[in-house]
């Protein structure tokens, strides 16, 4: 997604796609399984990341560019992490060491 950040959004958009794609099957892979017990803060920053994505789409169909690239950085970039290390954190529940 760096060719945002050179007004590069059109190329960007099948990168954007394939974002949205696979964390939809990690979400649908997640919600096939029974949730257990602390896994409420994963559904939580699931939802905010989710919300991102929202407002990342919202940005880009207004076309104002700097505000989808200013949402892509301060909001869906930070929402990012946190999944991240929340299935990180809950998936490590099942390795075996």
Excluded: C
Aim: hydrophobic residues 35%.
């Amino acid at each position: 997604m760096s060719r945002n950040g050179q007004g590069n959004f059109e190329q960007a958009m099948p990168v954007f796609a394939d974002v949205i794609h696979s964390f939809s099957e990690i979400e649908n892979v997640l919600n096939t399984n029974q949730p257990e017990e602390g896994d409420a803060d994963l559904a939580t920053a699931t939802e905010s990341l989710r919300d991102g994505f929202n407002w990342i789409v919202r940005a880009y169909e207004s076309h104002e560019h700097g505000g989808t690239l200013e949402v892509m950085q301060l909001t869906l970039l930070p929402r990012y992490k946190s999944w991240q290390d929340e299935l990180e954190k809950n998936l490590s529940r099942y390795i075996v060491s």
